[in-house]
Structures are given as C-alpha cells and as structure tokens.
Nanobody
Framework: QVQLVETGGGLVQAGGSLRLSCAAS????????MGWYRQAPGKQREFVAL???????NYADSVKGRFTISRDNAKNTVYLQMNSLKPEDTAVYYC???????????????WGQGTQVIVSS
C-alpha cells in the first residue's frame, strides 16, 4: 500500500510564500511523474505543476514564474515552493503521483488527502 501525505499548508498574506511537501511511503519501487493539483471552493480540481522522473517540469499558466516544483528521489518526496501568493491561489492542494510498488510491473495513480492553503488579501 502507498500513501501520499502533504504538509506545509496554512494561512499566509498576499505576496507571501509557502512550501508544500508530499512524502510517499509504503512498498514503493519507484516514482514516475509527480504533480500538484488544487481545488478551490465551488470549482473543479485543476492542474498546478508536474515533474517527471528526469526532472522535466510543467506549470499551469496561472502559476508560472511564481511556483517551483522539485523532487528528492532519495526521500520519495516532491515539493512545491509557492512565492508571490495571491488570494486566488487559495485552495486545497493535492499531491498526485504515478508510483510503481514492489512486486508489480506497472505504475498506478495515487492521490494525497490534500493540504489547505489560504491566502489573505
């Protein structure tokens, strides 16, 4: 079984910064593409950023230049550094990962439980 646990959310003023972490644990063989998504109240979940196993990154236009995704493969952890935060960044942020577990040949999709980010104006 695999778990993704997000930490680092909280309340911050506009213009501030937060760093989210997502730690994967369990019977993990390898991590493939990892990503962050968010869901604001009354809205659908949307893509924020992703990072492939070789470090290639991709960002939603709304966060380009402000957010940075990174990963530490030795720790099975992915990070999201969020700078210059805006009130419209307020949402629950979810970690997503394509993970191969021990004893299996393919990758399965996993989600964390989410961490709340609130940006006050």
């Amino acid at each position: 079984q695999v778990q993704l646990v997000e930490t680092g959310g909280g309340l911050v003023q506009a213009g501030g910064s937060l760093r989210l972490s997502c730690a994967a644990s369990g019977s993990i063989f390898s991590l493939n593409t990892m990503g962050w998504y968010r869901q604001a109240p009354g809205k659908q979940r949307e893509f924020v950023a992703l990072i492939t196993s070789d470090g290639t990154t991709n960002y939603a236009d709304s966060v380009k230049g402000r957010f940075t995704i990174s990963r530490d493969n030795a720790k099975n952890t992915v990070y999201l550094q969020m700078n210059s935060l805006k009130p419209e960044d307020t949402a629950v942020y979810y970690c997503n990962g394509a993970i191969r577990t021990r004893g299996f040949s393919g990758y399965a999709d996993y989600w964390g439980q989410g961490t709340q980010v609130i940006v006050s104006s």
